[in-house]
């Protein structure tokens, strides 16, 4: 089980494995938040089942399924709301655990985090965001007007 420290208490990692949420509890986690559409998975990586698996084990769990078309600003808001404020280590996950990471920076520039640490951390993290700079900075400056 590969998870990837973002910030905080936000984590992100490529498509999880049904039999890894007994795993991912034990770790510590306390929320889960799927960004991976249903349409992309086999039925047994579908988000109902993997939220009822969660739950056997004591985990939270969302869904906010992403695609570039529902990379919004609601849908960003709204999984800001999904780890900001929980009681511990929060894991997102999607293909391969780039959209988690691009919904978390928007989010960050939208609160007025700085954008050279929002793309310092998501490089460190294995995410060049690089080529959202201009949105990031833009974000960014709408929070700050």
């Not at 985990?59 to 992403?66: A, G, N, P, Q």
């Not at 929002?118 to 959202?132: E, P, R, V």
């Amino acid at each position: 089980m590969n998870t990837i420290f973002i910030d905080k208490n936000y984590h992100v990692s490529p498509q999880i494995e049904p039999h890894q949420i007994a795993e991912i509890a034990e770790k510590g986690f306390v929320k889960i938040i799927c960004n991976r559409p249903d349409v992309e998975v086999p039925d047994s990586y579908n988000s109902s089942l993997m939220a009822k698996l969660a739950t056997e084990v004591g985990i939270d769990f969302e869904v906010l399924e992403l695609t570039h078309q529902t990379m919004t600003v609601e849908n960003v808001k709204k999984q800001r709301e999904f780890f900001i404020n929980a009681n511990g280590p929060v894991l997102a996950y999607c293909a391969s655990g780039t959209r988690c990471s691009v919904i978390w920076a928007l989010g960050e520039a939208m609160s007025g985090t700085d954008v050279n640490y929002i793309l310092d951390q998501a490089a460190a993290a294995g995410y060049n965001l690089s080529g959202l700079n201009s949105s990031l900075q833009s974000l960014s400056e709408k929070n700050t007007q």
